[in-house]
């Protein structure tokens, strides 16, 4: 089953990347059918300084919802103020944990709410003042985790993806993204990771570090990457000093963090507990820029997130391979112990597959693209090339053209006699006259009784046709009302979906400006009704009112008239009944329809009007600073560049046959013959949202046009209203529904999308020839990406073989691989990956019957390395160094604000193998072998060279080597001996280093041997004499250049420690504990010194 994910960015690199997984995901999960949102089981968090995100580049994803963003920095907030904070909170041992590396806030020009400029030590300062901010959104993003409905959400979201599902789910992976070469992420991801680590959970303390290396950044001009390489060295020997930790945070930063509410009692390192280095290349690809890196890495994450199977082989690497091999693995640079780890390992993923998630977006994005054209601009379609017209000319005789068919689908055409669209609706002839026949009957029956045999005299019976006329003409009147208002409420109800129906169909033949156009000449047109409805009421009351003249026209008088012309004048004196009813639903319609404009025709005209302006402006600019996101949608031919498959994504199918494959797809499942006419139907179809047997969604009523007149409601609880009518037509909207309409199921274009490589790979689907093909270009892009998912980083082989005895070995580890059994795809694969020595049990284990439609690779190192077997972290970081060292100048600038920690979290190397060398350079001292500016130290003669006086930097990192500083400087230019060992390929640089190490290791009560060698024998490297004094002598002379240096240096902290500010000290100081424990201990080992060893010989 699918496990947790805690996916957290830190810095622009790391959010940039979030963006790309969580809309990677949300592709997935719509694939799929789920339709529940992102799952809470998939926490994402950025944290950076600014205040609100930025970097809204247009080839990136849009920004991660605002509850997914923790700014550290307040709007208006300056750095001095974040500086304040963060000495208020920082204890009472807040010289140590600040006083060797804080940045003077008086010299600090950063606008904080904008980000750390590229600084480091900004970057941590910023993120250790707001930690308590970090903490907050660490433990939501844990509650949400963590909930108790998360287990059910997995298992739902398992079935979807296509993975088993289990009854209790595995503990959350956490996965901190950042980049080492920034000023926020790099400064702030140690402390993001020992945030994380303090929840107290067991897998909160196994984070996975994707750190990007600084030749991620080598597309940016050299001014918009100054700090990006001297960040990274920073960075990097920070890392490994928190890797090696042993006792977790210091004294002084766990004050820092308890004042935030944070414990950090159980940690025993610093920093990500599995870190993984990404670069920009391999030995077979290359990506052009950092987003492309991006991308890759972010996609690659979301196939790690989605597939179970990944998650499995990749957590059986970190939980149970990586400790095994790490503290097994040869390492000759000497920074840490033996039986400890080494650090880093690297990351990199490729893809095979038929592409139908690019073709989604193109094919969606392509008719949304022309979806909105047509909306805001189908009145161009029709002018000539020599027309010249202004738009709003063109749109009003087109909508003058296109009223009168508008106009009678409408259902409101009552113009002239003939055309009663309104009038019939309210009440109909048929039922009037049935009426009027049925009141004639009646009225007959009575006559004829009151004859009884005698016949109709002219006199009597018109009086009689009048009285019973007269009589019946309330109950009649009644009756006809009584219909009327039935028929005016199902009207009212009816008249509005069929008017906003209408209009919808008319945006989609003739396009917005036209549509809202041809509603406000509806609107005069029902004007215009309501004149002449009152005029026809008006004639119909004036005949209405004249029975007498109608019963005499049909009787005349004194004589006697047949059955037949009694019957003729009853039907006459009815018929000004009639009129009457005819003249009441005139006037009534002339209410109604009054009323229809102002309560529905108006806000569905400026509904029209409304979406198309706002989606005019979508597409016009956007609205997040990104520029319009229907520019970037493809139109004709073209295929956007971001649609094309990276340097690892190798696809079965060209991703230029998308158009000539959209156009088939479109007429096929249109039914069409000719593309364009096809192309206009789907149009129209995603436009309007309709489907067969379904209403359109383009326009939507959200509030119900209620008549003022309380006879036209529905009930007694309506209230008049003015209807409320939405416009789905941002261009998200749009987007949406081509997106629906390309993935309809049972349509051709439905079925393509849902295709996988099992179907697409399998026998019987096309022709023999086909299939061959098909078969050929899968087994080419599969090796090709196994090649090209080789981790992200060039390993230097020279480099890798002296420094750990080995031929660089990758482990790869594959998502569902969607093959049956027996096919020939499944058989080609498992031959290629035989072929390469690469099959076995875990990729068997891989095999699966989904329908998905590509294979993840996932490749890692085999064993983590040193970093410097790594080109793309050294080689840049060595570039820039060489061009700066030259002058103190930039030196400074180099090195400024870089260092974001004491020095002894800052040295890249394990803690006990920094008292060795702290201790070793005072053995040194004793025995004169280390000479001041340059530093340098007397060498033996050995494997890597000859014996001799060998410099550590020159020139140093900082300073200049001289006096107190001396053995600080040297060990923070440590860093840059290692740019050394991977530039020359060789150890050589690190002889002055390893001496420190051999006259330094070894238990700290015993005397160091060359010590001993001197004392007893009085013979040192650099002599070529013996020393003609005596052993108790050279002892005395030893423990006196050990009281004077501890005295010195004791003097020396003594007027540091009477500083008040907590700025400039030097790493001398941050280092005073591990200064007087050697000296102390050496004191010990030469004052119990005795030289009797003869004796027991």
Request: glycine fraction near 8%.
């Amino acid at each position: 089953m699918l496990r947790p994910f805690l996916l957290v960015g830190v810095g622009g690199s790391g959010g940039k990347t979030l963006r790309v997984i969580r809309e990677d995901l949300s592709r997935r999960l719509f694939q799929a059918g789920w339709t529940e949102g992102i799952p809470s089981a998939w926490q994402f968090l950025h944290i950076d300084v600014p205040t609100t995100a930025d970097g809204n580049e247009r080839d990136l994803p849009e920004q991660l919802p605002e509850r997914s963003y923790q700014g550290l920095v307040g709007s208006g907030i300056d750095y001095r103020t974040l500086d304040d904070s963060l000495i208020q909170s920082a204890g009472t041992h807040a010289r140590d944990a600040l006083g060797g590396w804080r940045p003077d806030p008086d010299k600090v020009h950063v606008p904080a709410s904008k980000g750390a400029g590229q600084y480091r030590a900004l970057g941590r300062t910023i993120a250790l003042s707001q930690l308590k901010r970090i903490a907050t959104a660490v433990r939501e993003a844990r509650r949400q985790l963590t909930g108790a409905e998360v287990t059910s959400e997995l298992q739902r979201l398992s079935e979807a993806l296509g993975s088993p599902s289990r009854t209790v789910a595995d503990d959350p992976q956490v996965i901190v993204i950042a980049s080492i070469a920034g000023g926020s992420g790099s400064g702030a991801v140690l402390d993001v990771c020992d945030v994380i680590r303090s929840l107290g959970d067991k897998w909160a303390n196994e984070s996975v570090g994707i750190l990007y290396c600084p030749d991620v950044f080598d597309d940016l001009d050299e001014g918009l990457r100054r700090g990006v390489r001297p960040n990274s060295l920073g960075a990097l020997a920070e890392l490994m000093s928190g890797y090696w930790s042993v006792e977790g945070p210091s004294e002084s930063t766990s004050e820092m963090f308890q004042a935030a509410g944070i414990s950090t009692g159980s940690s025993r390192r610093l920093g990500p507990r599995f870190p993984f280095l990404v670069g920009a290349r391999n030995e077979h690809v290359t990506y052009k820029t950092q987003n492309d890196v991006y991308r890759a890495m972010g996609r690659s994450i979301a196939s790690w997130v989605a597939s179970s199977s990944l998650q499995d082989r990749l957590s059986a690497y970190t939980q149970a391979q990586w400790a095994s091999t790490a503290q097994a693995v040869t390492d000759h640079l000497r920074l840490h112990p033996g039986g400890t780890e080494t650090p880093f390992t690297a990351l990199g993923s490729a893809r095979v597959g038929l592409g139908r998630d690019r073709f989604r977006d193109y094919a969606s994005e392509h008719l949304a693209r022309s979806v909105v054209e047509l909306v805001l601009n189908r009145h161009e379609v029709l002018r000539s090339r020599e027309d010249e017209r202004p738009p709003r000319q063109l749109i009003q005789e087109q909508a003058t053209n296109a009223f009168g068919a508008f106009l009678a689908e409408s259902g409101l055409d009552e113009r002239g006699e003939e055309r009663n669209d309104i009038i019939e609706a309210l009440q109909r002839g048929d039922d009037v006259k049935a009426a009027g026949n049925q009141l004639t009957a009646e009225v007959m029956d009575v006559l004829r009784v009151a004859a009884g045999g005698k016949g109709f005299a002219t006199d009597d019976v018109r009086i009689r046709i009048r009285q019973a006329v007269v009589d019946r003409r309330g109950q009649f009147a009644a009756q006809m009302r009584g219909v009327r208002t039935q028929r005016s409420r199902e009207w009212v109800d009816a008249i509005q979906v069929r008017v906003v129906d209408v209009t919808a169909d008319a945006v989609a033949k003739h396009g917005g400006p036209v549509a809202a156009a041809m509603l406000k000449r509806l609107v005069a047109e029902l004007e215009e009704v309501g004149r002449e409805l009152r005029s026809e009421a008006d004639h119909r009351r004036r005949w209405a009112a004249d029975l007498d003249s109608e019963i005499s026209r049909v009787l005349g008088s004194n004589r006697n008239v047949t059955e037949q012309e009694v019957e003729s004048a009853v039907d006459r004196a009815v018929q000004t009944l009639e009129w009457e009813q005819e003249a009441e639903v005139r006037e009534m319609a002339v209410g109604l329809v009054a009323d229809l404009s102002k309560g529905l025709l108006q806000p569905l005209t400026e509904a029209v009007d409304h979406g198309v302006e706002s989606l005019g402006t979508d597409v016009a600019s956007g609205l997040d600073g990104r520029g319009s996101v229907v520019s970037t949608w493809p139109s004709g031919d073209v295929i956007p560049s971001r649609l094309k498959p990276g340097p690892n994504e190798f696809l079965l199918e060209d991703v230029e046959t998308f158009p000539t494959t959209l156009r088939a797809l479109i007429t096929r499942t249109v039914g069409l013959e000719f593309e364009r006419e096809a192309r206009g139907v789907a149009e129209r179809q995603i436009l309007t949202g309709r489907k067969e047997g379904a209403r359109q969604s383009l326009l939507r009523l959200t509030q119900r046009w209620v008549p003022s007149d309380a006879q036209f409601q529905r009930g007694s609880s309506a209230a008049p209203a003015r209807a409320a009518v939405s416009m789905a037509v941002s261009a998200e909207d749009v987007l949406r529904r081509a997106t629906g309409w390309i993935r309809e199921p049972g349509t051709p274009i439905g079925g393509y999308m849902q295709e996988g490589l099992r179907s697409y790979l399998s026998e019987g689907a096309v022709s023999p020839k086909e299939h061959a093909d098909r078969l050929a270009r899968f087994e080419g892009q599969f090796v090709a990406a196994l090649n090209a998912g080789s981790p992200l980083v060039r390993v230097n082989t020279a480099v890798l073989t002296r420094v750990h005895n080995r031929e660089i070995q990758y482990s790869r580890q594959f998502s569902e691989i969607p093959l049956p059994e027996k096919s020939p795809a499944r058989q080609r694969l498992i031959n290629v990956l035989e072929a390469r020595k690469q099959f076995g049990p875990a990729v068997e284990q891989a095999f699966s019957d989904t329908e998905a439609a590509f294979i993840d690779i996932f490749t890692v190192l085999a064993e983590p390395y040193e970093p410097v077997v790594f080109d793309s972290l050294m080689r840049p970081i060595a570039s820039d160094w060489g061009s700066k060292k030259a002058t103190f100048a930039d030196r400074e600038e180099f090195w400024r604000w870089r260092r974001a920690r004491p020095l002894g979290e800052a040295v890249p190397m394990h803690p006990i193998t920094l008292a060795a060398m702290v201790r070793g350079y005072f053995v040194a001292a004793l025995l004169k072998q280390v000479q001041p500016s340059p530093v340098r130290l007397y060498v033996p003669a050995g494997s890597m060279g000859a014996a001799g006086w060998l410099s550590f930097e020159e020139p140093l990192l900082v300073g200049d080597g001289r006096g107190a500083e001396a053995l600080p400087q040297i060990l923070e230019s440590l860093s840059l001996t290692l740019l050394r060992v991977n530039d020359e390929e060789s150890l050589a640089p690190m002889r002055p280093y390893f001496r420190l190490l051999d006259l330094g290791e070894g238990a700290t009560n015993d005397l160091p041997a060359d010590l001993r060698d001197w004392i007893q024998e009085g013979r040192r490297g650099q002599d070529a004499e013996v020393d003609a004094s005596t052993p108790e002598e050279r002892r005395a002379a030893a423990k006196a250049d050990v009281e004077r240096i501890a005295k010195g240096f004791s003097r020396h902290f003594d007027e540091l420690e009477q500083a008040n500010e907590l700025l400039g000290y030097p790493g001398s100081f941050d280092l005073r504990h591990l200064i007087r424990s050697a000296l102390r201990d050496l004191y010990r080992a030469i004052d119990s010194f005795v030289d009797d060893e003869r004796e027991f010989l």
